[in-house]
């Protein structure tokens, strides 16, 4: 653990507080045998085995509310972080509301006009799509051609089906209308205007199900390592 917190520390990791935080309850649970430890790894020393008989093994109500206590900490521990999480989806939904299913996943561009002219697919173009990525509560992910990543939030105008608004992070620029069809299974065609020019996108989804964390399967052994 000590090695994380100095990897994060010196490579600019930003949970350098969690990870911090784990290694003095690390600490915390070596304490009560770190001289046996010193003893053993850098005295070169025999020790005895360890008594873990509790002090209070002979009074039995002592016992009982030390479980207690444990238990209590257990489940307001649980209940502390499930609870969070619970209220910020809440929150997240009440604001956001939830993304389309049909919509849901990822989605790769096929072809990209702007001002009715084609765009081809350049690595060095930032202002074509390569990709977009439908996720929940109405986040979409866009990553560019030059790799660069962007994003919305996808916000249904006017109850229609497939009018959609995108409204940029931070709320610095007005809306912009989106018209998305689905005119068959997987394929979707969207229209939109973004910084004064139309943009009209063909994209197919991707199958989700052919990715190897999902199709490979489960293997007990495993004799030549499956690196991609």
């Not at 063909?202 to 989700?208: F, G, K, N, Q, S």
Request: hydrophobic residues 45%.
């Amino acid at each position: 653990m000590t090695n994380v917190v100095m990897l994060n520390l010196c490579y600019d990791v930003g949970v350098k507080l969690y990870s911090g935080h784990l290694l003095l309850m690390a600490l915390w649970l070596i304490a009560p045998d770190l001289p046996r430890l010193t003893a053993v790894f850098l005295r070169n020393r025999a020790v005895a085995a360890a008594d873990d008989v509790l002090p209070w093994r002979d009074r039995r109500g002592w016992l009982r509310a030390v479980m207690a206590l444990k238990l209590l900490v257990v489940l307001g521990a649980f209940y502390r972080a499930g609870g969070s999480q619970v209220e910020n989806l809440r929150s997240t939904t009440a604001q956001f509301g939830a993304s389309p299913p049909e919509l849901r996943g990822i989605w790769t561009v096929e072809s990209f006009e702007r001002d009715g002219q084609p765009v081809p697919a350049l690595l060095t173009d930032r202002s074509r799509w390569q990709t977009l990525i439908f996720g929940d509560y109405r986040a979409v992910l866009m990553r560019r051609g030059d790799g660069q990543r962007g994003g919305f939030w996808l916000v249904q105008r006017g109850g229609e089906s497939g009018a959609f608004l995108f409204e940029r992070p931070g709320g610095g620029a007005p809306p912009m209308p989106v018209a998305i069809r689905l005119p068959e299974p997987g394929v979707m065609q969207l229209e939109t205007r973004l910084d004064g020019a139309a943009l009209k996108v063909a994209l197919r989804r991707v199958d989700e199900t052919k990715f190897p964390l999902l199709s490979r399967g489960f293997h007990w052994i495993t004799e030549v390592p499956f690196n991609r």
